[in-house]
């Protein structure tokens, strides 16, 4: 792998953690509407469930109080969403001459520049031979387990140290233990799906079924 395409996958990492920083940023700024309790508990108010009048941390009478939010806050959310611009539009420029995305990517409903790079980059899926070693690669495959000692398996069947039956389940991290998938790949996948559950389109009938 090139040092660009180092550098591009620190980006797009860069690029969900300022997006996620940015979404806790405004939501504070939002946030106007506030129950109060003589136990000087200021929790902010639960648009969904009706206020009854009490504290929901401590149950004491509670009032309903407004108070503005610091303008820095507002400040801050901006100069992220600033960031995040700009490193969308770096990407875009990067991606934007890769045939991949000339031809077929850019027409993918539910796409855009950031997961593109990423699938450039990331997943590249060009250089597997199969489907199913793209899915193994991305912790998407489906490990064989045995409940009693623990061991992990590819294959089913019966654990060849206990001789109980393996359980199939979707690969997890293990403490102490080095993953064999990559989960940059992993939340990339996860990432596309979902955002092709939430635009529609052709690729969304996929996802459901």
């Known amino acids: 792998m090139s040092e660009l395409e180092t550098y591009v996958k620190t980006l797009i990492n860069l690029y969900y953690d300022i997006q996620k920083l940015r979404v806790a940023v405004l939501n504070r700024v939002k946030v106007t ?3 109060r309790c003589p136990n000087r508990h200021l929790i902010p108010l639960p ?19 407004n108070v503005k939010p610091p303008t ?9 969403q600033e960031l995040e611009k700009g490193i969308y539009r770096y990407l875009y420029e990067y991606i934007s001459k890769d045939p991949l ?19 450039i980059t990331v997943l590249n899926p060009a250089r597997f031979e199969t489907v199913s070693k793209m899915w193994k690669y991305a912790g998407l ?17 019966n654990c060849p140290n206990c001789g109980l039956p393996l359980v199939g389940r ?4 293990v403490a102490g233990q080095k993953v064999t998938w990559n989960p940059t790949a992993r939340k990339l996948c996860w990432l596309i799906g979902r955002s092709f559950q939430m635009v529609g389109g052709v690729y969304k009938g996929f996802y459901r079924m």
């Open 33 to 35: 509407e506030f129950t």
């Open 47 to 65: 648009k969904r469930k009706e206020f009854k009048g009490v504290c929901p941390l401590c149950g004491a009478p509670a009032e309903v109080v």
């Open 72 to 80: 820095i806050l507002a400040t801050i959310g901006t100069e992220l």
């Open 101 to 119: 995305w000339q031809m077929y990517l850019s027409r993918v409903k539910g796409i855009g520049p950031v997961l593109a790079a990423g699938l």
């Open 141 to 157: 495959h489906v490990e064989y387990v045995c409940k009693k000692c623990g061991g992990a398996y590819d294959k089913p069947g």
């Open 170 to 173: 979707s690969p997890r991290r």
